[in-house]
């Protein structure tokens, strides 16, 4: 259970639509803590399968 103070202000759909929110009014709610471009998401995952390589390989030759 949250509870928040809100502005009384009417909220703005993509499409333009108005709403308002009440008192008691259920909701749900997804909160987007960080955004990356695709392609930068590709390259970290791409760098991490290397490196994982690179460790694997320098483990079996260094025991």
Do not use: Q, W
Request: hydrophobic share 45%; charged share 30%.
């Amino acid at each position: 259970m949250v509870e928040a103070d809100i502005e009384s202000r009417p909220l703005v759909n993509y499409s333009g639509e108005e709403a308002k929110i009440k008192m008691g009014m259920a909701c749900e709610v997804r909160i987007v803590t960080k955004t990356k471009k695709i392609l930068h998401y590709l390259r970290e995952k791409m760098d991490l399968r290397f490196y994982g390589i690179i460790f694997l390989a320098l483990h079996m030759i260094c025991g």
